[in-house]
C-alpha cells in the first residue's frame, strides 16, 4: 500500500476544521478532473483507479453525504438533516446547501496532487459556481470526462451493486461478485445495497439526471473541456479509454506528452497503446 492509499480525505469528507491523514505528493503538473455520467456508470471506480495513479485526491461528494450519515443525527447541521433526506428519496441535493459544501471545501481544489471531482457538478448552476471558484484560485481544469452508457445497462448495473459499508469498495451481484456472499474481499467488513440504488430511488435519480446534466454537458462542450468515454465493459478496459482520452488531451494542449511529465508514470505504455475521442482547450469549467 501506498501513502496514497493512506488519505482518509479527512478535510473533503468532513470539512474544513478536519485535516487530511497524508498531505498529496506536490506534482509539477496535478490533474484536476471533473467526472460525469448518470448514476451506476462507473464514475466511483474509475475515479478510484484515477486517483491511486494520479496522485489526486477523490472528491466525491456522495461521499460526504454518506461520511455525515455515520455521524449521530446530533451532531448533524440542519443542512446537512435536509441533504441527507434528499439523498434517501433520491433527489438532488437543494442548490444553497451544494454550494455551502464546496465552498467550505475549496481548499480541497487547491491540493497540490490535483483532483478528480466525482458527483459535482451536476447541474448548470453547480457548473457556473465551480467555474467561479476555480477562476478565484487560479486553476484551470484538465477535462471534464463524461461517462456514456445505454439506460438498459445503467439500470442492471445499480441494481445489483453492493458497497463495503467501511471501506467503500465497490462489487456487483453478477459483474464482479465478491469471493464471498455478502462480504467484501479487500477488508472482510458487511456489503449493503445503497438506499439510493434501490429500484425505486433508481428512476428517480435517473430521470433527475437527465433534465439537470443536458444543459451541463452543452456548457462544458462549449468550454472545450467535454472528454466522453464509453463506459460499457471491464472497469479496466474503461479506464484504459480515459487514460488514452486524457493522454490525448495533454498533447494537444500543451504539445507535449505527458509522458515527459512527472505525472506519466501513472500510464503504462499498454494504456496508450489504443486510440481516444475528443480534444479540447484546457479553460477553467
Ligand atoms: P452519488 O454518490 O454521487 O451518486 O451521490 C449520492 C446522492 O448524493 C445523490 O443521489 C444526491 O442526493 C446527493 N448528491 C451528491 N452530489 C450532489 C450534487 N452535486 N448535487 C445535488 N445532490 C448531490
Redesign the pocket.
Known sequence: MNSRELNDRAAWLRGPSAECSVVPERLEQPWRLVLLGP?GVG??TQARLLTQRLGACHL???????EAKTRNERQQTLAMSA?LN??????????A??WQ??RERASCLRCQGGFVL??????LA?AKVLKLLLENERLSLDAVVNYELPLAEIVSRLSGRRTCQSCKAIFHLTAQPPRTEGMCDLCCDALYQ?E?DRPE?ITV?LN?YQS?TAPLIQFCRNLGLLTPVVASGSPEEIFRRTATALEKRRKFDSGSSVTSRKSARVWSPEMLACCGNESGNGNNI
Open positions: 448514476p464514475k466511483g466525491s461528494t456522495g461521499d460526504v453525504f454518506r441533504a434528499s439523498m434517501r428519496r433520491g433527489t438532488l441535493v437543494p442548490e446547501i451544494m459544501v464546496i466525482d458527483g459535482f457538478p451536476r447541474t453547480q445503497r439510493d430511488a435519480r433527475a439537470s
